[in-house]
């Protein structure tokens, strides 16, 4: 047991509520938060679990989470503090396909993942997701293949830069030929190691996967790189915003920068620190890891 303060359910609760799910009938809609076999819940049954679950069979609880028809979301195992929540990950996937709940929550109040159980295993997150965020995860379907079948050319980032650049005076049919072409308007075509290094991630989506790393020395373009990937998932409804992380508030200023030459008007960059009321309205949102860390630990 972590201490005397272990409350796993009131911060679970809480976690619930601060997302938008219900224990009880409200203003806002119906309970949808409900236990096996669609049981709503009482607040005797609440305080009868005992903050740390400590009143339950084996120091956890079910919950299954509905949509607004009543069908299965989600399904929640909340675990008492001392116990991390991916030990009964597989107990929870059997009973989410029972259900036919596509996502599961695995938390003990400190610690969360969310787990779709179409794409892969559980991942981290900070908050539970509300049931429109879930909801929107659910109706999302991203189109691997036309990623893997998408034309990735040298000049895969100069067609956003300037669409017609082939037929405008100076152009001489070739890199080669146009040098000072291409740096008076600074175009930027891709070298050949990275239209490979794209290929290769273009052929992983293939396989199946879903992750990727690049490793690449000081010097050779990785944000130009990066900005091709990111083309290439936006473009294909792979994804539908993109969060770029650095680690110095120097870079930040950087790949905003180059990422607003390479890829508007057809994506808008925001820099996070500076759009923090409409950072949603960006399809690129470029901040430090320091900034997500603040933002976190403010939130808690």
């Known amino acids: 047991m972590l201490k005397n303060e272990a409350?796993?359910?009131?911060?679970?609760?809480?976690?619930l509520e601060g997302a938008g799910w219900r224990f009880f009938d409200n203003l806002e809609g119906k309970a949808n938060i409900l236990l096996e076999n669609h049981v709503k819940i009482t607040q005797m049954e609440v305080d009868a679990w005992g903050n740390d679950y400590e009143n339950t069979t084996s120091g956890s609880l079910d919950f299954l989470l509905v949509d607004s028809n009543n069908q299965p979301f989600c399904v929640l195992e909340a675990k008492k503090e001392s116990l991390h929540p991916l030990v009964a990950k597989e107990q929870a996937r059997k009973y989410a396909n029972t259900v036919g709940a596509q996502f599961i929550i695995l938390s003990n109040g400190i610690v969360h993942y969310l787990w779709n159980l179409k794409n892969g295993n559980p991942k981290p997150i900070y908050n539970f997701p509300s049931p429109k965020e879930i909801g929107a995860i659910r109706e999302w379907n991203p189109d691997r293949l036309s990623l893997v079948n998408e034309p990735v050319d040298n000049d895969y980032i100069v067609v956003v830069q300037m669409p017609d650049y082939g037929e405008r005076p100076g152009w001489n049919?070739?890199?080669?030929?146009?040098?000072?072409?291409?740096?008076?308007?600074?175009?930027k075509f891709l070298r050949k190691y990275q239209l490979e290094a794209i290929q290769h991630?273009?052929?992983a989506v293939r396989m199946g996967k879903d992750r990727f790393l690049f490793e690449m020395a000081t010097g050779t373009r990785k944000t130009l790189t990066s900005a091709a990937v990111i083309r290439l998932f936006l473009r294909t409804k792979n994804a539908r915003k993109v969060l770029f992380l650095v680690d110095r508030l120097e870079l930040?200023?950087?790949?905003?920068?180059a990422f607003t030459n390479y890829l508007k008007p057809d994506y808008t960059t925001f820099i996070y620190k500076e759009h923090k009321s409409d950072w949603r309205k960006a399809d690129i949102l470029v901040t430090t890891i320091q900034s997500v860390s603040y933002t976190h630990l403010r939130a808690h």
Do not use: M, T, Y
């Not at 049919?173 to 175009?187: A, R, V």
């Open 201 to 203: 991630l273009q052929n």
């Open 7 to 15: 409350h796993a359910r009131i911060k679970i609760n809480q976690l």
């Open 173 to 187: 049919g070739s890199i080669e030929k146009s040098k000072d072409f291409i740096w008076n308007n600074g175009l």
């Open 252 to 257: 930040e200023d950087q790949a905003w920068k």
